[in-house]
């Protein structure tokens, strides 16, 4: 396949960026999305140009360091991570236009890649259990249900990708905030700090400057792992009741 690129381009977190187009020739459709970014960036190192900064990190959908705003949609047209994307979904002739994420909590460091340490710090202040666990204990001696064992499962599946962030008009950090709540909020492990959790995380969610939510969804469907809109519920339930309890 033959593409044309429009990339964004932005030498550090100071200087004004702005879009750069690129040809590129020899893209098969098997690659990944990150495969056919490395064969252009050979093609420029080739030229003696300065190669695109981009994250990637486990290129298998598991540590979510790959971000990318493609043609408008986080991680591009497809439900799962950028990493993951194939070049099948493009066809000849195409042109795609490759962005950061653009949300005003995550700054651009360089070209394609922004900072996402805001989420670190939201996990620092609450993202935790402190109970000594011990050793591995027997599956079943924990009293956990099965539905709730579940959810909380399929929620820790969130990789801190900040896609819901990037797809979200408000550039709200709602879902991987409420992922985190339910995920601990769920097992008896995680009651103990349960509400004081909560305002924790919170707390430091609006002091990086994350948006509110106003229920426009645009981040559940933006997510690569599925995390369903209703933990937003779960972590304003959370929040109203840790309030009542002082
Ligand atoms: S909730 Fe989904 S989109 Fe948001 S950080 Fe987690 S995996 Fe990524
Ligand atoms: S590089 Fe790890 S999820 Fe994409």
Redesign the pocket.
Known sequence: MKLTLKIWRQANASEKGALKTYELDGVSSDMSFLEMLDLLNEQLLHNDEEPVAFDSDCREGIC?MCSLMINGE?HGPEVTTTCQLHMRSFKDGDTITIEPWRATSFPIVKDLIVDRSA?DRIIQNGGYISANTGSAPEANSVPAPRDKAMRAFNTA?????????AACPNGSAS??LG?KITHLGELPQGQPERYSRVQSMVGQHDAEGFGGCTNIGE?AA????E?PLDVISQLNKDLRKSMILG
Do not use: D, H, S, Y
Not at 158 to 163: N, R, S, V, Y
């Open positions: 979510g986080a989420f599946t969130c990789i801190g990708c900040g896609a819901c962030v879902l991987f992922a981040c933006a997510c690569p792992k995390i």
